[in-house]
């Protein structure tokens, strides 16, 4: 094998397979990344078995090969070279010579065979969608998957793909995200699917792929792919039925405001203001009160500060619109003057409050 690729090609190559290489493995073959050349260019694979991640970049080949490479050091050298060319030749011992300046370097691979094969998955009849939308429910939604183990379902995000709409829903329990974004007809004959797929890789996709592209989607029994002209992410499905989440939701809140956007805290609502407090034990307490467009009873009600802070941070407008119904009940919180075709709730679990 032996390629030329330019300093800033490879190092951004580099950069979209190795959030893919486990941090530690039992097996050293999926430490590394696999390097192939062809008459195309140069094609980087990286897989932690439940994620794939593959890219193509020009390259200049001189002679076609593969072989694996420890991802980190290749990722160090590669950072620390000069902006120039970088020359990259293998022998059949496996050992890797890479060029560049006056800088020469020696890398000892493993043979391309070791590498685990991508999951197969049928694009052909699949799905096709635009990346932006795609981009647009994970960014709002994947936050509030759950990250503990005991229910290993809500580690997940649902992905409903309809034919007129896409709709991700992420909760742990205590918070939920959902978010709905309108599909312009059918594209591709994938038909009507949900999906459960693992936060990890949809984190993947949010970043690999660009807002223009269009990303076509294929699957298999257990497994998705996603790709477009350069890349492709593949992902292990979570298996079982998602938890009915429009349970949860709550179609009677008869109370609301309007507002601009740790512990527990309480939030004691009256005509026009807000008051906040929190109190702990170790460092004291706190209040603020702030003006809200609110009409109605004396409400008080508690909730985890963090979650709270959490769904804040993903709401796309600075004003948000929060519905009750009572201390003990969930609460919604959604956009206000979001001018955008997709509709956007979440969902608040309140917490008892202690005097």
């Known amino acids: 094998m032996k390629f030329t690729i330019t300093r800033e090609k490879l190092h951004e190559g580099l950069g979209a397979v190795t959030a893919s290489i486990p941090a530690k493995t039992t097996l050293p073959v999926l430490a590394n990344i696999l390097v192939e050349a062809s008459k195309d260019g140069l094609t980087l694979s990286g897989t932690d078995l439940d994620i794939a991640v593959s890219t193509s970049i020009p390259a200049s080949v001189d002679q076609e090969g593969a072989i694996t490479l420890p991802a980190r050091k290749l990722s160090e050298i590669v950072k620390e070279l000069p902006n120039a060319a970088i020359r990259v030749t293998s022998s059949g011992e496996q050992r890797v010579q890479i060029e560049c300046g006056r800088s ?3 890398l000892l691979g493993l043979a391309r065979d070791e590498f685990p094969a991508f999951p197969v ?3 052909e009849g699949g799905w096709k969608v635009a990346a932006r939308e795609l981009q647009k429910l994970i960014g709002h939604v994947a936050f509030a998957a759950s990250t503990e183990e005991s229910r290993p379902i809500l580690n997940g995000v ?7 709409r896409m709709r991700m829903v992420a909760t742990n329990g205590h918070r939920l995200a959902r978010m709905d974004v309108p599909v312009a007809g059918h594209r591709g004959g994938g038909g009507q699917a949900d999906l459960i797929i693992p936060p ?4 993947q996709i949010r970043r690999l792929f660009g807002g223009d592209e269009e990303i076509e989607i294929g699957r298999s ?4 792919g996603f790709r477009s002209t350069t890349t492709q992410v593949y992902t292990r499905l979570i298996e079982g039925p998602y938890p009915n989440y429009e349970q949860v939701i709550p179609r009677e809140n008869d109370k609301a405001l309007t507002a601009d956007k740790a512990h527990r805290i309480r939030m004691a ?27 109605g009873d004396l409400l008080e009600i508690g909730f985890n500060a ?3 802070l959490e769904i804040l941070k993903f709401m796309p407008t600075e004003e948000v619109r929060m519905t009750f119904k009572a ?8 956009p206000v003057g979001w001018d955008d075709p997709a509709s956007y709730m979440t969902l608040v679990m309140p917490l008892r409050l202690v005097d």
């Open 104 to 106: 020469k370097f020696k």
């Open 121 to 123: 998955v049928k694009f």
């Open 158 to 164: 649902l992905w409903e793909l309809r034919p007129d």
């Open 200 to 203: 990890k890789a949809l984190d």
């Open 221 to 224: 029994d257990n497994h998705l």
């Open 269 to 295: 609502f009256t005509n026009g203001a807000c008051k906040l407090s929190v109190q702990t034990p170790d460092l004291g307490e706190a209040q603020e009160e702030i003006a809200v467009a609110y009409e």
């Open 306 to 308: 963090s979650y709270l």
């Open 327 to 334: 201390p003990e009940r969930a609460a919604t919180c959604e």
